[in-house]
């Protein structure tokens, strides 16, 4: 999969560059989006397995909130400003990496349809955030630079299908709460792409 998306988007990133077409923290911003939530998303799957009692109803449970939750986040991502999101989401979910646990004992010993509850009342708050900064860079990115929205999509979608494996194999090697944290790394390092002034005007990334 690393070689297949490298050989999509590098090749043709390289010819694009001797044309002076500015690329790099567009790319690096929308692959950080694509890598970071599915560092979030399949950790907190795996960590509802237990809380919730069954792994198919995890799994239906976590995605359904995200992806509700994050779509909610899309809806209205147009009035909310970009970098304070991207800079809430790293905390958000290191107060998830390290709050679980504590939440799963107070709460394991309720009643099924009350563990779903819980499980889509926590995930809320992330999902909607979560949901933001992509049609936020998008929106962002169809003012300044339209020719490259394609681009950003393809990036993202790479790096989302790279993530779905490679976020496995790290949580059966590191643990699920080391995944997380890289999830927010990617957030937070994203939020730098657009943070800093200079980087993003010189490498063709739309301003905040």
């Known amino acids: 999969a690393v070689v297949a998306a490298g050989m999509l988007i590098l090749a043709p990133v390289a010819a694009l560059r001797r044309r002076q077409e500015p690329l790099g923290a567009t790319l690096i911003y929308f692959a950080l989006l694509g890598l970071g939530y599915l560092f979030v998303e399949i950790p907190l799957m795996q960590r509802f397995i237990l809380f919730v009692g069954h792994p198919a109803y995890a799994m239906a ?59 889509v009342v926590m995930l809320a708050p992330l999902g909607f955030l979560m949901g933001i ?48 944290i890289l999830g927010a790394v990617c957030y937070a390092v994203a939020m730098i792409t657009v943070a800093i002034p200079r980087l993003p005007h010189s490498l063709g990334f739309p301003r905040p």
Do not use: C
């Open 61 to 119: 449970v976590v995605l359904f909130a995200i992806l509700l939750f994050s779509g909610a986040g899309s809806a209205i991502s147009h009035r909310l400003p970009l970098v304070p999101v991207l800079a809430l989401l790293p905390v958000l979910v290191g107060i998830y990496a390290l709050g679980l646990p504590t939440l799963f004992e107070v709460t394991l010993a309720a009643q099924a349809w009350v563990r779903v509850i819980v499980t």
């Open 133 to 180: 900064p992509l049609p936020k860079g998008m929106s962002q990115l169809e003012k300044k630079s339209p020719d490259l929205i394609a681009w950003a999509w393809g990036v993202n979608g790479a790096l989302s299908v790279i993530a779905s494996i490679l976020a496995a194999l790290l949580a059966l090697s590191l643990g699920f709460a080391v995944v997380l």
